[in-house]
């Protein structure tokens, strides 16, 4: 049994998805490796793509936290929206909750259901990792979204953000701004300190400011990921540090709030970048008339994405373009960096 959770003998998954070009992965691998047998790459052609047409009617389970962030109610959106762009996707989808064990109870129903394949953001990761083995077990192959699990055997295909990279882009962009300032300071506006993806976004962070030895980090403060927490945060900040060139905040809700401490200041004299690139962000970016210059997305287009490779496990497909048989153990998502300059074409992704 292979380390995916599927016996060897499982159907090729090879075609397209997240896409409706009906292009063939065969002809990507066959194109590389010209010197194949003819008929071994005639057959590689041939093989199923996930591609938008109808297929193999598929039943998907989906369970998430509670919807009480912007984000994370965009995904419950994302993930509705596009299972319900095809017409042989059955979507059960779970009320969401952020009690360990209502939400292990919601999955156990899934899988007593009997759903084909289960799409899975657990609240906690490591305290759910039990109930994605249990799907596993029972033949239903999990997608687990963003927060992973403690175990690989607990899922079949992880999907997700990079928080790492989020810090990494925001920083490397600030010191793009800054490169020619001597003596430039920065702040830091994070998330909840006990979260793990807090503590990845400050690193990565940290590092790109590495790579400019004329800005210095000067202060840090936590808030938790809300509005309120955002507002009180930031005016300790803006108290504390009389200067600072610009500042980086990890979430755009907890930023709806630092806006307001910042125009409350009346203080002008810095540059802000925004975090996971919420619709208010994108506007205020776009209207270009504050201290908010830019956003370092956590899509959560992940969800759709996410229902793609559900639906392709189901019906026994895969990713097109990549040589492989199989789709991928991991996927982990580009932390763009959005800008006036190309803010048009992230809006639609925008969350509210």
């Known amino acids: 049994m292979p380390r995916n959770g599927l016996p060897s003998s499982s ?43 109808p297929g193999t009617p598929v039943t998907i389970g ?18 509705k929206s596009r299972a319900g762009k ?25 899988i007593n259901k009997k759903v084909d394949v289960l799409v899975i953001l657990p609240a906690d990761g490591k305290a759910l990792t039990q109930v994605g083995l249990q799907a596993m077990k029972a033949g239903i192959p999990v997608i ?15 999907i997700g953000g990079d928080n790492y990279g989020m810090g990494l882009n925001a920083g490397n962009y600030i010191g793009q701004q800054l490169k020619d300032k001597q003596g430039a300071k920065v702040i ?30 000067v202060a840090r403060q936590a808030a938790s990921f809300t509005v309120e ?15 600072f060139d610009a500042l980086w905040n990890h979430d755009d809700d907890q930023g709806v709030g630092a806006l307001r401490a910042i125009a409350q200041s009346g203080r002008k004299d810095f540059l802000m970048v925004g975090g996971a690139g919420s619709k208010s962000a994108m506007d ?27 639906r392709a496990l189901g019906q026994k497909k895969g990713v097109g373009g990549l040589s ?19 803010v048009d074409e992230y809006l639609p992704t925008g969350f509210s």
């Open 86 to 110: 095809y017409s042989e996707v059955t979507l059960e989808i779970t009320e969401g909750s952020n009690d360990t064990a209502a939400q292990i109870g919601q999955i156990q129903t899934l």
């Open 229 to 243: 927490s955002g507002q009180a945060k930031m005016a300790q900040l803006l108290q504390a540090q009389s200067q």
């Open 11 to 53: 159907p090729s998954r090879r075609g397209i998805l997240f896409g409706t070009a009906a292009v063939s992965a065969g002809a990507v691998l066959t194109a590389c490796t010209s010197n194949e047998p003819k008929e071994k790459a005639a057959a590689q052609s041939n093989a199923p793509a996930a591609d938008d047409k």
């Open 284 to 310: 205020a970016i776009k209207a270009d008339n504050s201290v908010l210059k830019a956003t370092v997305l956590y899509p959560p287009t992940m969800a759709a994405s996410a229902i793609d490779l559900a």
């Open 188 to 217: 830091e506006l994070a998330g909840l300190d006990n979260l793990e993806l807090t503590k990845e976004r400050t690193r990565g962070f940290d590092d790109a400011l590495k790579n400019y030895p004329n800005i210095q980090k």
């Open 324 to 342: 492989e048989l199989e789709i991928p153990a991991s996927l982990t998502l580009y932390s763009a960096v959005v800008t006036k300059d190309n």
């Open 62 to 79: 989906f369970a998430g936290p509670q919807a009480d962030h912007g984000w994370l109610n965009a995904i419950n959106e994302n993930a």
């Open 144 to 158: 687990n979204l963003d927060r992973v699990f403690a175990s690989p055997q607990a899922y079949r295909c992880w």
